[in-house]
Structures are given as C-alpha cells and as structure tokens.
C-alpha cells in the first residue's frame, strides 16, 4: 500500500532521477575499486571525492528549491543548516580520533588540548557514538529551522525582509562560531579527521562509500520532495507562493504550510553538511558564510526553479565550472558567476530545465501546426490538438 502510494505521488522524472542515481552510485565506486588504475573506464579517487562534493550540494540545492521554488520562501540562510549538519559529523569525527592526536589526548581534541580545556564541554557528550551524531544531524538543523520560523511566519514576515533575516542568522551564526571559548575549533574550525565508523576517511573503499552514500542520500531527498510537492500539501504550497493572502483567506494555516517546508528544508541541508564533511576533511565557520547560501540560489536559478531536476543540475553544473575555470581562469571566475546569475534572471527565468520544457513545448506545437496545415491542404477537418504538459 504505501509503495503504491509512493508511487502515485511520484512523478515520471523523479522517478528517473531516482533510478540514475542508484546507478551512479553503483557504477562510480565500481569504476574506481574494480577497474585498474590506467585501465579505460577507471575513475581516480580524487574525482569520487570531488562528485562526491557535488552530489551534496545537490542535495542542499534541493532543500533550498522546496522552500523558494515551491512555497515562495527566498531563504538566504540555508548555509547554516548545512554547516550545523557538518559540525555535528565533525564532532564525531574527532571524538574517533582519540590518541591518535598530535597532543595524544583520548578524550580532549587537540585544539582544547592547546587551549588549554581540562574537560570535555558538556554538549560534545554523545558524539563519540555514531547513531548520536547522526540523530543531531537531524535535530539541530531541524529544531534551529522550526524555532526560526515559528516567530518569523506567524509574525507574517515575508519577501525580501524574510530573506534578510535568513540572511542575519547566519551571519550571526558565523560570528558565533568563530569564538574560540565557544569549544568547537574557533576559525580553524575541526579537521585532521581519522576514522568514521571505524574505516579510514582516507582510504579509497571508504571515499566509494562515502560517494554511494551521498548519491542514495540525495535519492532519498528527491523521493521525499516529489512526494511532498506532488501530493495535496504541495499543491498548498504553491498557492502559497504563487499568491499567499488568497490562500489564507480560503482557511489554510499558511504559517503550518511554510513552516512545515522550511523544517523539512533544513533536515535535508543538514544531512547534506554531514556527508560534505567527511569527503572534503574540514568544517570551519566559513560554510556558514552568507554568500554561501547566495551561490546556493544561484544553482537553483541556473538548474530552474520549482522543478526536482533543476536545483541538481544546476549545482553539479555550476560547480563542476567553479572547478574548471577557478584553475584555468582565477581571476575571473567570480565575474562569471555573477555574469550567469544576470544572465540566467533576463533571458532564462525558468533556468536550464525550463528552458528545455520551452523548447520541447515549441516543438510540439509546431508539429500541431504542421498536422493541421497538412489537414487543411488534404480536406480533412483538424483535430484540436492537446495542451502539452507541463
């Protein structure tokens, strides 16, 4: 019954989404263990870990286009969800290494160590089991986004002061863990990672592992984010975005409906720092940096707002040429990004998959035209031709 249900809710891309998903995290980490090195088909483990990188900002593009593509919610503040995520797998990562530190500490880490700590703070308690670490990854993000947005939508904040506010957070955040008397690694953050659940972070199988984990965790995002915006709930969302105090007037709780997207939103980001965290070694408070979660937008306009295939796209898109021309051309990367966001907001404003949708819907209504012509010249009366989907 509920995979019928699942299914029902799920639509024909998502669905595809899904199945290429669970094949690239086959394939991947195949490719890299079975396949010799210099062999054709082999995929070196530096670029696991990079796609590995990827695939996480996936997932927090995903997050961030629930709330923004769906229920009309411009967040400027998803950065802290993902950095709160990868702190919480950060401090688990530390609590495993233990001796093996350059102070040879078991309990203390080596920056409480040189800072002179004599115990262990109080909210570090429980991140030496895994299950612990994983359940804040969850909750911290989660509780910090209905907390937020309790106050924030039943006080009726919306557009840009909304955005601003989300933009606040995280700043203030940023301010706030670069404390060194806050007990979580001040501006250098946690790192010198050892193991996670007992495998060495850097070995190759565990890279794989970790990659195969981020292509099924963003499955799971695109699974749980179809089903939401394709069931009756979704369908309020976007009567939310697209015109709220109608909505409102005909007795929905938009305050509950936003709220529920945000929390569900920032659960996602969350998961998306934890397994940023352990491929890339470090967590410091730059992931909470505002202009973070503004590039963060930027896939989300460039892959296409409101649909599931976008944000993904757009993220691995983006960030696959931050990669290429942040070494080719340094000096000008930045230019280009904000030369594609300009560009993306006048020509393009339903982004690359939309576009795509544009073009696809042209052709068949050419191909109407040309029937009909074609009809016309025969004699034959046309049949009227249906809309094409959206």
């Known amino acids: 019954m509920i995979t019928q249900l ?49 695939l996480t900002y996936a997932m927090l593009a995903l997050a961030l286009d629930l709330v923004w593509g769906y229920c009309g919610i411009l967040s400027l503040g998803h950065s802290a969800f993902f950095a709160l995520g990868g702190y919480a797998m950060g401090m688990y990562l530390m609590r495993q290494i233990g001796d093996r530190g350059v102070y040879a500490n078991p309990v203390l880490p080596d ?95 565990t890279r794989a592992a970790l990659f195969a984990a981020s292509a099924i965790a963003l499955a799971l995002s695109v699974l749980v984010s179809s089903t939401i915006v394709n069931s009756k709930l979704g369908k309020v969302m976007v009567a939310v975005r697209d015109a709220e105090g109608r909505t409102r007037f005909l007795g929905y709780r938009v305050e509950n409906v936003k709220l529920f997207a945000f929390v569900v939103s920032a659960v996602i980001a969350g998961i998306a720092g934890a397994l940023y965290v352990p491929q890339v070694g470090i967590i410091n408070p730059g992931e909470f940096a505002p202009e973070n979660s503004i590039e963060a937008v930027i896939w989300v306009a460039v892959g296409g707002r409101g649909t599931i295939l ?39 404003p339903k982004g690359i998959v939309g576009l795509v949708g544009q073009i696809r819907a042209g052709r068949v209504k050419l191909n109407s035209i040309a029937l009909d012509r074609q009809s016309a010249e025969a004699g034959v009366e046309p049949k009227p031709s249906p809309e094409p989907a959206e």
């Open 6 to 54: 699942l299914l029902r809710a799920l639509d024909r891309k998502a669905i595809w989404i899904i199945l290429a998903l669970m094949v690239i995290a086959v394939a991947v980490p195949a490719a890299n263990l079975l396949v010799p090195v210099g062999q054709p088909g082999h995929v070196p483990t530096y670029l696991v870990t990079l796609f590995g990188k990827y």
């Open 111 to 205: 920056f409480m160590v040189f800072l002179n700590y004599k115990e262990l703070p109080w909210f570090w308690h429980g991140f030496d089991m895994f299950w612990f670490a994983a359940l804040m990854v969850v909750l911290v993000p989660g509780l910090l986004a209905f907390g937020f947005g309790w106050f924030a939508f039943r006080s009726r904040v919306t557009g840009v002061y909304l955005s601003i506010i989300t933009q606040a957070m995280t700043f203030a955040l940023l301010l706030a863990f670069f404390r060194n008397d806050l007990g979580l690694g001040g501006n250098n953050g946690l790192t010198d990672f050892k193991d996670i659940l007992g495998l060495n972070v850097q070995a190759a199988g």
């Open 310 to 348: 976008g944000p993904i796209v757009g993220a691995i898109l983006v960030n696959a040429g931050k990669s290429y021309f942040t070494g080719a051309l340094p000096e000008y990367w930045l230019f280009a990004l904000g030369g594609l966001f300009i560009v993306v907001t006048l020509f393009l």
